[in-house]
């Protein structure tokens, strides 16, 4: 069925259709429609689950972690300084090996204050453990949600499924509605193997000593830093099987095929803008005009920045002459984290390419299409003339 609907709307449908038993609820601009559309679907009774609204985003996270536990699929949303206040739970959500979805759309964090757009959320926490899933579209966002609960109860990892704020939370677009039953066929059953259960007491995520140490049973068991090198190893693993889930969804449902990234006229390109979300659309637009002029170029949208697909995007960039990274996030003091991430992949590549930097729309700047063309035609044109720093568009100092 074909809808027409906002990208909140889009990923609220997503996590009914998936069955989401458990539902934490705190409201923060661009995310509240989302959660208020879960609570009209739990009072009409089309998703049997519990909704819980709850006094802060701090206290989401931790209902979640408790229900995810108790062996139920749970579900939260937030935004820019709500994901931040969470920020100490989604480290135990993750070092607890839960399987939780969180939709977050995509806003700039304060202070100063601001409710629009940028990426700063999101890339903030890059390093918590979290899977991140990145949306382009509202197609996009509803199959990102129903994918990321699969990939979390496989992998025993938490899944962010991120998109911007108002770009794509509150506009209309119109997007396809599976059937519930072809959802079910693609999502098994919340089964975890262990969770809290009355009839077979245990205890979870006590200290850990530094070292390795007999459990009760006498068998060695891994300390704190043996832990960590398997979350690590398990998230690198992801990456595979996520392509194999996208790869069974697209069987299902007729979409798909590009789980870890989405390439746009690449194949013959020179050169490639890279970026993450909706701005790789609208680049799109530029790269058809340029192309015009002759100009062989195209555009790569990361789709899973975390774990960062190294392999694939080295494979996509090898023999090109260019890559323009344009980020709507800063690793302060440093340089786009994007654009280091690709940097350090490429490093071990024979030729590589060079690789500029631009930061652009914080704080929901308008990204005008001609400072998109000014700039790739700039790194296209004049690539010695860049230094390692981000260039910035739309400053107006």
Known sequence: MHIIESGNVAAATGVKLSRAQVIAAYPITPQTPLTEKLSEFVESGELAAEYIPVESEHSAMAVCIAASTAGARAFTATSANGLLYMSEQLHWAVGARLPIVMCVANRGIGAPWTVWNDQQ????????????IYANDHQQIIDAVIKAFRL??????PVMVCYDGYLLSHTYMPFEEPAQSSVDSFLPTFAPTHFLDPENPGNFNTVTLPDVRPDVEGVIAPGYIEIRHTLHQDLRAALDTF?????????????????????????????VAVCIGSL????????????????????????????????????????KKGVIVF?????????????ADIKS??????????????????????????????????????????????RWIGLKL
């Open 152 to 157: 979390a109860q496989t992998v025993s990892i």
């Open 345 to 390: 992949a490429l490093y071990k590549s024979a030729e590589r390419p060079f690789i500029h930097n631009y930061i652009l729309g914080l704080g929901g700047r308008e990204i005008k299409t001609q400072h998109l063309l000014d700039a790739l035609t700039a790194s296209c044109t004049s690539p010695d003339t860049f230094e390692d720093a981000p």
């Open 121 to 132: 959320d999101t890339i903030s926490q890059r390093d918590v453990g979290w899977i991140q």
């Open 243 to 271: 392509v194999e889930i996208d790869r069974e969804f697209k069987k299902e449902f007729g979409r798909g095929g590009n789980p870890l990234i989405e390439e746009y006229r690449c194949e013959d390109a020179d050169f």
């Open 280 to 319: 790789s659309y609208q680049l799109r637009d530029v790269v058809d005009g340029m192309r015009e002029n002759d100009v062989k170029i195209g555009v790569m949208g990361v789709q899973m920045y975390r774990p960062f697909p190294d392999e694939a995007i080295v494979r996509a960039l090898a023999g």
């Open 327 to 339: 980020e709507k996030a800063l690793s302060y003091g440093n340089q786009g984290a994007l654009y």
